[in-house]
Nanobody, 122 residues
Framework: QVQLVESGGGLVQAGGSLRLSCAAS????????MGWFRQAPGKERAFVAAIGRTGATKFYADSVKGRFTISRDNAKDTVYLQMNNLKPDDTAVYFC???????????????WGQGTQVTVSS
């Protein structure tokens, strides 16, 4: 498994932007696909975006397409989530996770970070 630490969350007004980072420890980061999920109060954890090992393959939830961009820097063992035009419905705890391949399924991810809070005010 790989250890993951998210950062970059905070409070932002609707229409604003944030960039989340997820730093990985261990020597296997470049061999892992990475994903971002989010969990709002009272709701289940939901898929946001995923990226393959090289960054060539990317998937997004319909709700964030055109607003969020996932990327990775294998030299820095870090995956990013650039979030633009944020909406109050984006308010949630955001988690990064690692899996064997890029997938939308939560059950396929075997390593998780502790999460970072994103709050979007209207």
């Amino acid at each position: 498994q790989v250890q993951l630490v998210e950062s970059g969350g905070g409070l932002v007004q609707a229409g604003g932007s944030l960039r989340l980072s997820c730093a990985a420890s261990g020597r296997t980061f470049s061999n892992r696909a990475m994903g971002w999920f989010r969990q709002a109060p009272g709701k289940e954890r939901a898929f946001v975006a995923a990226i393959g090992r090289t960054g060539a393959t990317k998937f997004y939830a319909d709700s964030v397409k055109g607003r969020f961009t996932i990327s990775r820097d294998n030299a820095k063992d870090t995956v990013y989530l650039q979030m633009n035009n944020l909406k109050p419905d984006d308010t949630a705890v955001y988690f990064c996770a690692a899996s064997r391949g890029p997938t939308l399924q939560l059950r396929d991810y075997d390593s998780w970070g502790q999460g970072t809070q994103v709050t979007v005010s209207s």
